[in-house]
């Protein structure tokens, strides 16, 4: 039987990958205020491009015990659940490894940068494509397809002094890179855990304090393992991660019609304020170096926007206002990479719109406006059937 998707978990990830499009059109405006951009690593603050994607781990663990028990139900083993974690992983680290590779991209590439670009997200495509029947002989030349586009791609890169596939390299997973980490940390801690919600609870609390630690300087002991064995941002990853799976947790035993729900949440969301903001002075508040401060205040935040959708999706039965922006919750990865193609096209052919469009308040209705334009667009292709499926 096929479950349900939960509406407020849907509509926050729509509403999330609205404000991720948004902020990061936000480099092609002039004149905005620093509020909505990323604070620099030496101060203590965030704006809130800095809250987008820690929201978007939140919610990844949100969606972490609905997406395994559905799995259950249908019958798959724990192997066999592990081994799709595994799949989903390894794509996320694929694409998030080109993609932090392409913002280097130099002059010794063999093709142009923008070239390569739209190549690479056609590689996505045609390797992790929904398609209606996986096992046809014609998917699976689409499939080889993308893997050897992906493979040539490699051998075609060059950054500034080097080419080849050995000019690539880990300096960071990237976006969707990280997202992996932290989705297979959470997932495997709920998998293996049978779900218990204490262990989720331990596990949290274990990734934060680890964040801590790290943050304090007392995992120095542990250097020469860090290149080869080590959690994602010093634990912060799937920290953001349990935090969503922790709350997921309540709402599915309670659902939003008991006071138990909105009891343990804001009691929850209290805790990750008062430790975020007690211990502040000890580490500051910084998304580039993910402080346990970032972690909690960001998963309180998180933690609000959730109860309040809830109530407004589950308890108002107000569902209508997010149909317009439902693609970017149902065909998320496909609406995160379309942009990169939109980018590399018009920088290919030269044109930008006028500087009266991109500045002050102009610019800032035209970066809304675009992240509207991607969701719809992506609505689009997702009644072709053409979306991403990892």
């Not at 050995?166 to 297979?184: P, Q």
């Not at 970017?328 to 044109?351: E, N, R």
């Not at 991109?358 to 610019?363: H, I, L, P, Q």
């Amino acid at each position: 039987m096929k479950t349900p998707r939960s509406i407020a978990i849907d509509a926050f990830r729509a509403l999330i990958m609205l404000l991720m499009i948004f902020v990061n059109d936000l480099w092609t405006l002039h004149n905005i205020p620093g509020w909505l951009e990323h604070v620099p690593a030496d101060v203590d603050g965030m704006g809130l491009a800095d809250i987008v994607f820690p929201a978007f781990l939140f919610i990844v663990g949100l969606s972490i015990p609905f997406a395994v028990e559905s799995r259950r139900r249908k019958g798959d083993t724990t192997i066999r659940i592990f081994i799709h974690i595994l799949s989903r992983t390894v794509a996320l680290l694929v694409m998030g490894l080109f993609l932090v590779n392409a913002e280097m991209y130099g002059n010794a590439g063999l093709v142009p940068r923008n070239i390569w670009m739209i190549l690479l997200i056609i590689a996505f495509f045609l390797i992790w494509i929904a398609y209606k029947d996986p096992g046809a002989t014609s998917v699976k030349i689409k499939k080889a397809c993308g893997l050897l586009l992906l493979v040539g791609l490699a051998f075609l890169y060059g950054s500034d002094d080097a080419s080849g596939i050995r000019a690539m390299g880990i300096h960071w997973w990237g976006i969707l890179g990280l997202i992996g980490w932290g989705y297979f940390i959470a997932t495997s801690v709920y998998l293996f855990s049978g779900g218990k919600f204490f262990v989720q609870l331990i596990a949290f609390v274990f990734f934060l304090a680890f964040s801590a630690a790290s943050a304090l300087g007392w995992l120095g002991f542990l250097e020469s393992v860090r290149p080869y064995v080590w959690i994602s941002g010093d634990g912060a990853m799937p920290a953001l991660c349990m935090a969503g799976v922790i709350t997921a947790f309540i709402y599915k035993k309670y659902g939003a019609g008991q006071s138990m729900f909105w009891i343990w949440l804001g009691v929850f969301t209290m805790v990750l304020f008062a430790f975020g903001f007690i211990t502040r002075p000890a580490w500051g508040i910084s998304k580039i170096s993910a402080t346990p401060s970032w972690v909690c205040i960001c998963s309180g935040i998180s933690l609000i926007c959730f109860m309040l959708i809830t109530w407004i999706t589950d308890l108002q039965q107000r569902t209508k206002w997010y149909n317009p922006i439902k693609p970017g919750g149902t065909s998320t990865l496909t609406c995160y990479l379309i942009p990169y193609i939109h980018y590399a096209l018009i920088s290919m052919i030269a044109v930008q719109l006028p500087l009266e469009l991109r500045d002050g308040v102009a610019g800032i209705v035209k970066s809304l406006l675009y992240a509207l334009v991607i969701i719809v667009f992506t609505g689009l292709l997702e009644k072709k059937n053409i979306r991403l499926k990892i």
